[in-house]
């Protein structure tokens, strides 16, 4: 594998250097675009602008869509603005919009005169929020008139095909180019090319407005397994089409929206280093701060048990190992739950039945704990009598870490908090405090201090 890509890469480099455009070309299109990508950080800045010189703008095209954003930008500053617009013209117009949103606003206004009429496409679809159906369709859709034979549809796919996002589904429109039915390419050629389309198509057509959150729209995907979903106007107008390929990004998105949010900070709009410093810190410290005042809780119950300390100095041995374990074991529950509920799996009905099943685990997590505790609690401590209070305050420390765990962030759902922003470290501190006050508690009864 890795010498094959040696291999390739050398060939490119040597076609550049000395080869002809003709058999550069040739060789291009024996590579996957999205293999291309790979390659193209072994070129210099030279071969680089060389290379996307050299090759049509279509096949241009299909490699700078699998470049990330930042690869984008760089490479529109490497070949200028007339070869530019030349390829964002052969791109799809989604790709395109996603492109020029990222540029200085001179740059892409310049850019967007240069494409003419795509441009005027793009540009309609830069006004829709990036999060929203319109921010991710393409106009590049495939649509007929339900009047029109399945010969005639046949003919105007062979025209628009080269330049459609997707030719699988057909939308029929009426007079009004109001969105009145679908079929897919399999449903119309093995219709009888006399067919009318309105005999044939689906007239119940699922379809998304353009104000549709993007993450409404991926569950539609997940939920009817269709490879591309219309979307429409306030007037019911067909206005674009969102792919399969495009929700794909739009999963990645959410994913690590969640995964910033499950560490306690909320989530940032920029990458790390294109977030200010500001930024960072605005994003924790009420968070900080709240946690900060939570945890002096816990020095007031220590004090609340100053004597029993005393009287027994052993006791304060197992303070960390206890708040640890119960700190671990309700991040691990809650973890759990959060991913849970992101992906729907857990819903708000299901907290008892969520409960039930953690307080079962925490019972058996708590009691394998539980045995190892007290053995360790009876050598460092000296006595059984200590090896019982710890071991009772494992169990019930584990047991109500994981079950407050998995219950807290259903309860900010329903109460419409972000579960993922509360998380793990504001179990941890009230896990803190009240591990204290079940472990001094137990202390009291048992050892009578
Ligand atoms: P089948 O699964 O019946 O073999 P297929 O494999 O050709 O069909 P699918 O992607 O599975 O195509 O789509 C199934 C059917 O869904 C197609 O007949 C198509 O007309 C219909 N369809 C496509 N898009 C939509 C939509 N937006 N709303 C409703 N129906 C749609
Ligand atoms: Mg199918």
């Known amino acids: ?36 990508v790979d390659l193209l950080e072994e070129l210099d800045e030279a071969e680089r602008s060389t290379f996307f010189h050299a090759i049509p703008a279509d096949v241009a095209a299909d490699i700078v869509e699998e470049l990330e954003p930042i690869d ?28 020029i949103a990222e540029l200085p606003a001179a740059k ?24 929203s159906s319109g921010g991710i369709m393409a106009t590049e859709y495939v649509s007929v008139h339900s009047e029109w034979t399945v010969e005639q549809t046949l003919s105007e796919l062979r025209r628009v095909a080269p ?57 539609l995907f997940k939920k009817y397994r269709f490879l591309a979903l219309p979307v429409v106007d306030k007037e019911n107008k067909l206005t674009g089409i969102i792919t399969a390929d495009d929700i794909l990004d739009v999963f990645e998105e959410e994913a690590t929206e969640d995964i910033q949010k499950i560490a306690g900070t909320t989530p940032l709009e920029h990458p790390y280093f294109s977030s200010s410093i ?67 799996d857990i819903r708000l009905r299901d907290i008892w039945a969520v409960m039930a099943r953690e307080l079962v685990v925490g019972l058996g997590l708590g009691a394998v704990m539980a045995g190892i505790g007290f053995l ?29 765990g998995a219950i807290l962030p259903i309860v900010a759902t329903a109460l419409r908090v972000d579960p993922a922003v509360m998380s793990a470290p504001l179990i941890t501190t009230i896990v803190d405090a009240v591990g204290l006050l079940i472990y001094f508690s137990i202390a009291q009864l048992v050892l009578q201090v």
């Open 108 to 131: 892409a206004e310049t850019l967007l005169d240069l494409m003419d009429i795509h441009g005027e496409d793009v540009r309609e679809l830069l006004q829709y929020d990036e999060h």
């Open 278 to 344: 500001k930024e960072l810190w605005s994003s924790r410290i009420v968070w900080l701060l709240v946690l900060f005042l939570a945890a002096s809780l816990s020095g007031g119950i220590m004090q609340k048990f100053s004597t029993a300390m005393q009287t027994m100095i052993e006791l304060t041995f197992f303070v960390p190992l206890l708040i640890d374990c119960g700190g671990n074991a309700g991040s691990q529950a809650s973890t759990v739950v959060i991913r849970g509920l992101a992906v729907r």
């Open 376 to 404: 360790r609690a009876w050598r460092v401590g000296g006595s059984s009598a200590i090896g019982i209070v710890v071991s009772l305050a494992v169990l019930a420390i584990v047991v109500f870490s994981t079950v407050l």
């Open 163 to 219: 330049e459609a996002e997707t030719v699988y589904y057909i939308y029929v429109l009426d007079d009004d180019e109001q969105l009145v039915g679908v079929l897919s390419f399999r449903d119309l050629v093995v219709a009888a090319l006399d067919t009318r389309i309105d005999a044939i198509m689906n007239t119940n057509v699922l379809s998304v407005p353009v104000e549709a959150d993007q993450e409404d729209v991926a569950q």
């Open 1 to 36: 594998m890795h010498e094959t890509h040696t291999h390739v890469t050398e060939q490119i480099k040597s076609l550049l250097a000395t080869g002809t455009e003709e058999a550069l070309i040739d060789f291009v299109d024996t590579l996957h675009p999205a293999d291309i």
């Open 72 to 99: 984008q930008a760089e490479l529109i500053r490497l070949m200028g603005a007339e070869r530019s617009s030349e390829i964002l013209r052969e791109m799809d117009s989604d790709d395109a919009a996603d492109l």
